[in-house]
């Protein structure tokens, strides 16, 4: 489906994301705006603005539902219209942040033309978010995810970089943090259990999409608008092991690396079987975002978000 009546749009925008690339915000407002469309821009002040606002805009005014901002921002609005019926507005990305990850796995360029004209002339893709669930004492409510949740290595390097140094350093937070975890790893083993099987691994990562970090490729079969989680295991210990799944995964070369295999089910559950005497929290990180604690429980959500592609 494809829109072309002028209509309104409700864009999110997240200020500190923006703020490198606020010409880019700047460029798509105009562009879309000379098309005859309205276009109210709302800024984010705290965590959870993106997902109110998502959740409770009124349907009837705004044809679609646009945000500014990276990985994590988008996931507060894609679980503010998982709550909704299918009367949501569909959802426009203008794509800020670190990686970006949904936006190169809608193909969506990055020119102020091509976010602007898939906003308005967009083709609807139905996507199927997972939901992560905290199984332990304290449980925080379920999170959904348009594209992975993980645990072990990544989850730690993600809890490890703080907002400070992700917007001073941008992607080199993570790689800075990277080689920390890997100086400081120790063989922790999860279990994996996908659909009733359970497997041991030293890292795992539950995907709906092909793509992680941007533009690398770490699950070939997966697809947003298919109900099925692809289940990422790393099945090697050993910091030379991180570091080796580290530099293939940037070479484009981590589906045929040795020790690393891509499962698919509907029902996951990850845990810890072995902490190797690190006594230390183990998170679960949700779209790049330091989220949950393990053990959780991963599905697939029960409803499906509209976002526009090219």
């Known amino acids: 489906m494809t829109f072309a009546q002028a209509g309104s749009v409700l864009l999110i925008l997240n200020p500190i994301a923006g703020r490198r690339r606020r010409g880019l915000v700047d460029a798509v407002v105009g562009r879309v705006r000379a098309e005859g469309w309205t276009v109210d821009v709302v800024e984010t002040a705290a965590e959870g603005d993106a997902c109110c606002l998502a959740e409770t805009c009124d349907a009837s005014r705004y044809r679609v539902i646009a945000v500014a901002g990276g990985d994590g921002t988008i996931n507060e609005v894609v679980n503010g219209l998982s709550r909704r019926s299918a009367t949501a507005p569909p959802l426009a990305i203008v794509p800020l942040g670190t990686a970006n990850v949904l936006a190169h796995e809608l193909g969506l360029g990055f020119s102020p033309q091509s976010v602007a004209r898939t906003m308005t002339a967009g083709r609807e893709l139905l996507m199927w978010p997972g939901e992560a ?63 009733g099987k359970t497997q041991e691994a030293a890292s795992v990562i539950v995907t709906r999409a092909r793509h992680y970090a941007g533009p690398y490729v770490v699950a070939p079969e997966a697809a947003l608008e298919k109900p099925l989680l692809h289940v990422c295991l790393f099945e090697r210990w050993g910091w030379i092991h991180a570091l080796r799944f580290g530099a293939a995964l940037l070479k484009g070369a981590l589906p045929r690396t040795p020790g690393y295999r891509v499962l698919a089910g509907h029902r996951v559950r990850i845990s810890v079987t072995d902490d190797a005497g690190e006594r230390r929290r183990q998170p679960v990180q949700i779209d790049g975002d330091d989220a949950l604690t393990l053990p959780v429980s991963i599905g697939l959500a029960p409803r499906g978000v509209r976002v526009l592609r090219p």
Do not use: I, Q
């Open 133 to 195: 669930n905290e199984c332990g004492a304290g449980c925080r409510p379920p999170r959904c995810f348009s594209l992975m949740a993980g645990a072990g290595f990544d989850a730690k390097v993600v809890a490890g970089v703080t907002a400070p140094l992700k917007h001073r350093w941008g992607r080199g937070a993570y790689v800075w943090r990277s080689l920390v975890e890997a100086w400081r790893y120790r063989p922790v083993r999860y279990a994996v259990e996908v659909d």
